[in-house]
């Protein structure tokens, strides 16, 4: 459930778009006050944020500088503010949109939608990327974990390292010395054996011997290389 935050000092106007927005599905939180809006995003991370230019005690562009700071999330300006300058100030400062007052409920809606919408699939976008899936074996770049079978490997750092170093090469031999180099930062006369065992440990824990759509080769004095079967 999405969680929006909107910013508005009309209490009444306030009230209507929280209603507005939680007939819809979302989660809302409101605030009459920069200072309230900044204690609420302190405790929170809005998916959505919906801000008045004019407030009692600051305005919505240093809000929306601040936000934006911490996160990506869209940002809606809502003001009764329409000179072209000022919609462009809005924009300048990291905002997403901007609605003029008074506007319609429905395309008040239609907008918080889209630029929901939109950053879903942003975030979609990323996550696949940083999704490796090989059948059985999946790896999770951003944690550094990596699955077989939906169990966790429970890889070393160094083993996820050297995993996600030959799979993202896939088909290619990588020789001794560009492993080593890559993950330790050393020449591989530094340490010739280390790699030796950490390839041994990760493909036990892999449980190479019995999988049956990829494996790890080894030439013998030249290189590793990941391949999918």
């Known amino acids: 459930m999405p969680v929006i935050l909107t910013v508005e000092d009309d209490v009444d106007l306030a009230l209507l778009n929280a209603r507005l927005l939680m007939r819809r599905g979302y989660e809302v939180l409101v605030a009459h006050t920069a200072a309230e809006a900044r204690r609420l995003l302190s405790a929170n991370t809005p998916d959505l944020l919906i801000l008045d230019i004019q407030l009692p005690d600051g305005d919505g562009l240093s809000l929306c500088a601040e936000f934006r700071q911490a996160t990506d999330a869209p940002i809606l300006f809502v003001s009764g503010i329409t000179v072209t300058t000022q919609k462009i100030l809005g924009l300048q400062a990291g905002g997403d949109y901007y609605l003029t007052k008074p506007y319609d409920k429905e395309e008040f809606l239609a907008i918080v939608q889209s630029l929901l919408r939109r950053a879903n699939q942003a975030y979609e976008k990323i ?3 940083t999704i490796i899936d090989k059948g059985s074996l999946v790896l999770r770049l951003n944690e550094r974990k990596a699955t077989v079978n939906g169990v966790d490997a429970e890889l070393s750092s160094k083993e996820f390292a050297i995993l996600s170093l030959l799979v993202q090469n896939e088909g290619s031999e990588l020789s001794y010395e560009h492993i080593y ?4 930062g050393l020449p591989l006369n530094e340490n ?14 892999l449980d190479e011997d019995n999988a049956k759509d990829f494996a790890i080769f080894n ?3 030249k290189g590793y290389t990941f391949s999918v079967m």
């Open 127 to 129: 996550a696949s990327a």
């Open 181 to 184: 180099k890559t993950v330790w």
């Open 192 to 205: 010739p054996t280390a790699l030796r065992k950490q390839i041994s440990r990760l493909k036990k824990k």
């Open 219 to 221: 030439e013998h004095g």
